[in-house]
């Protein structure tokens, strides 16, 4: 079974500084997707970026990017220069890849970005 | 991205009635659809995976004769709520995969959710 931790129930970054937002996951998977999605108070997902458990480089979109560590599993999401729109609850969640392509959610990391 | 829409947004209704989730994708095929509902301040919980053309496959310990699930046709999967109770009250969402389930590089999109509420 697959399994996301997300320790950080909550984290609080000023305005134009950069966060990490924590997330390992367990997976007997040899072949899996980790995503990050991003639900602000409307409720919408939100997908930011993906990691394919082979990719040998970290992926990056725009100001997002995953520090993707496979020995360690942890697949965590970096925020650079931070705005006042990115506060929401983010979301860590894996897949099976070439599987059924059930995400597997973390519980969640509330951010709050300060003016 | 692709878009996927979901119908309606909110809805409030009597207990004991019975509630209709739409969930479309607007700009491209999926074979394969997804419900999960999320309670407040909780994360989303796959209910159960929509396949076009046959039955839907229930995650363990969802009702599948109180969350009624038809997928007519490649753009359009509906959850129907039967005989509703307060404590179905959740937001309920929906994502589709554009590649129709393959390769998972391909990401899910999300619909932007219905909000249940049973009096």
């Known amino acids: 079974a697959q399994k996301i931790t997300q320790t950080q129930p909550g984290m609080f970054v000023q305005e134009k500084e950069a966060v990490t937002l924590d997330c390992t996951y367990d997976?007997?998977?040899?072949?899996?997707?980790l995503f990050w999605y991003k639900q602000p108070s409307s409720g919408e997902m939100i997908f930011l970026i993906y990691q394919g458990s082979y990719d040998q480089q970290n992926a990056t979109e725009g100001r997002y990017s995953l520090n993707f560590q496979k020995a360690r599993k942890s697949a965590n999401l970096v925020i650079s220069a931070s705005q006042l729109g990115d506060s929401a609850m983010y979301f860590c969640a894996t897949a099976t890849q070439g599987g059924s392509e059930k995400l597997v959610f973390g519980k969640g990391t509330k951010l709050t970005v300060n003016p | 991205g692709a878009v996927v829409s979901q119908h309606p947004s909110w809805v409030i209704c009597k207990s004991g009635t019975s509630v209709k989730i739409e969930c479309r994708s607007l700009?491209?095929?999926?074979?394969?659809m997804f419900w999960y509902r999320q309670f407040p301040k909780q994360s989303l919980m796959l209910m159960a995976t929509s396949n076009e053309g046959s039955k839907a496959t229930y995650e363990q310990g969802v009702e599948k004769d109180k969350f009624l699930i038809n997928h007519a046709s490649l753009t359009l999967s509906t959850l129907t709520v039967t005989s509703a109770h307060p404590e179905d009250s959740s937001f309920y969402i929906c994502?589709?995969?554009?590649?129709?389930?393959?390769?998972?590089?391909?990401?899910?999109?999300f619909g932007p959710g219905t909000r249940l509420t049973v009096l």
């Open positions: 997976t007997s998977d040899p072949s899996y997707g």
């Open positions: 700009d491209f095929q999926a074979t394969t």
């Open positions: 994502s589709a995969n554009p590649s129709g389930g393959r390769p998972v590089s391909d990401t899910q999109y």
